[in-house]
């Protein structure tokens, strides 16, 4: 697959994932003026327990499925992958499910603050269990670079669940049972077409000996996204427990606006992202190319952390009451951990084109202990701080350190020095967020523009671009200024 290839596919992705994680997001108005703010931190934190569990019931077979694809096509084995892969994902869910409810229940009524708490529980892993098994199919569409499907498949997605969410909540006023109902029966859905479009085409069948070596490469990866849940959401349950759920609700609107920018450029970039490597062969000029690509790649999520900072400011008073406004501070703490996350998901794909699952997984691992810690010693005292604080500091950790390993794998040159001016661009966006939100619209617009303005010409003229980029710059421009003409 090509540089220009990959571009493309980033877009469709984009568009796709756009509309299956912005249900997610457009559903946020819709869950903050049907329940009260205490149930709506309740949400949140079940929420951010089906994504956990999504984690462990899944055993890394989505990943797994993606990098062996194209090798057992070519075998004319493909139906014994996808097959083998969803046992184990079934079997998987069935151990969470088993766990969660025999042991996990005193956990769960220490954070959730309800008299509801098996009922929730079981709701959540169903609905868990439901959304593993549609993500792992559609990634089938991924790894055979189908990105118009998989783009189909997102917005079809995120339509169903915001229409059975809206019957539940406002119709039914069913609340969080209501929530957490709609959001299994979409899945539910979902994983019935998948089901017959791909399971019943390519003539399913599973092979046990299969298993040790899928496994053997997924469940490194498991302890990686396992480690990377620990460092970004375990704040979330610390909060609950030595606060408040109107805490965690304050804190999970800021997350949720910080994830616009993964939403927007950082996954679907990975989902483009994984086929491009898992299929190119490792010539000596991938180095080249990849040293260019992770350039571009930060420089584009300064730039989209800017306009999701002007972005967030804007619609916030309109998506959520009074009582959330400092969910925009919180945003502003959280984006340094997007930021990193999009570095950890580049670095983490190198490794895994090099089957190195394991030391991403022994990375975060260490990194998700260290994080439980200091989350025990300053979530209590410095209460959402903290957990901005050390979620930040432990992501951007593991990452760095999965990014050396990563580029020595492939012989990639880091430009240091435009990286470094690429870090102060985004320090400096988002100090001045941080003071313009202080004062008024009017002065916070216009101090917004001018700094976008006078980074842009300083960029430019200085020696940030080389001279095929500025030769590219000026002929986008050009074919920018001719299609607004005309």
Not at 193 to 221: A, E, K, Q
């Amino acid at each position: 697959m090509s540089l220009l290839r990959l571009g493309k596919n980033t877009a469709i992705y984009a568009i796709g994932n756009i509309c299956l994680k912005a249900a997610a997001f457009l559903l946020i108005p819709l869950y903050t003026h049907s329940l009260s703010l205490a149930d709506y931190g309740l949400l949140a934190t079940l929420l951010i327990t089906i994504q956990s569990m999504l984690i462990v019931m899944n055993l890394g077979m989505r990943t797994s499925l993606m990098r062996f694809t194209q090798e057992y096509t070519d075998n004319g084995q493909i139906g014994v992958l996808l097959g083998t892969t969803m046992l184990v994902n079934i079997l998987g869910g069935v151990c969470v499910i088993t766990v969660a409810v025999l042991f996990l229940l005193p956990f769960f009524r220490a954070v959730l603050h309800t008299n509801e708490v098996s009922v929730l529980v079981i709701l959540a892993c169903i609905a868990a269990l439901a959304q593993s098994m549609s993500l792992h199919i559609m990634s089938y569409y991924r790894a055979l670079h189908r990105a118009v499907r998989f783009m189909a498949v997102g917005f079809s997605s995120a339509i169903l669940l915001i229409i059975t969410s809206y019957i539940a909540l406002r119709v039914c006023s069913l609340g969080i049972i209501g929530a957490l109902g709609a959001y299994i029966l979409t899945h539910m859905i979902i994983t019935g077409y998948l089901s017959l479009d791909v399971l019943i085409r390519n003539h399913v069948r599973i092979s046990l000996p299969t298993i040790p070596r899928l496994f053997r490469f997924g469940f490194p990866l498991v302890l990686s996204m396992a480690g990377g849940t620990i460092l970004v959401e375990s704040g979330i349950y610390f909060l609950s427990y030595y606060h408040k759920l109107e805490t965690v609700a304050i804190y999970s609107l800021g997350f949720k606006l910080s994830q616009l920018l993964a939403i927007a450029f950082i996954l679907p970039f990975q989902l483009a992202f994984q086929p491009f490597m898992f299929s190119s062969p490792k010539s000596a000029h991938l180095g080249v190319q990849l040293s260019v690509l992770f350039k571009s790649y930060i420089f584009s999520i300064t730039i989209m952390s800017f306009l999701i900072i002007l972005g967030a400011h804007i619609i916030l008073p309109y998506i959520a009451p009074p009582e959330y406004a400092q969910s925009f501070d919180v945003l502003l703490y959280l984006l340094p951990l997007t930021v990193s996350i999009g570095i950890h998901y580049f670095s983490e794909t190198l490794l895994s084109a090099v089957n190195k699952t394991h030391i991403i997984g022994i990375t975060m691992g260490v990194c998700a202990i260290i994080c439980l810690f200091l989350n025990y010693m300053l979530i209590p005292s410095l209460n959402l701080h903290g957990a901005a604080f050390v979620s930040n500091v432990c992501f951007f950790s593991a990452a760095f350190i999965v990014l050396l390993i990563g580029v020595r794998a492939f012989s990639v040159y880091l430009e240091w020095s435009s990286l470094s001016v690429i870090l102060a661009l985004f320090v400096a966006f988002l100090f001045l967020a941080f003071l313009l939100n202080r004062v008024g619209n009017l002065a916070f617009y216009a101090g917004w523009f001018a700094m976008f303005s006078s980074s842009a010409v300083l960029l430019y003229r200085g020696p940030f671009f080389n001279k095929q980029e500025r030769v590219l710059i000026k002929s986008s421009a050009a074919r920018l200024r001719s299609a607004i003409i005309s």
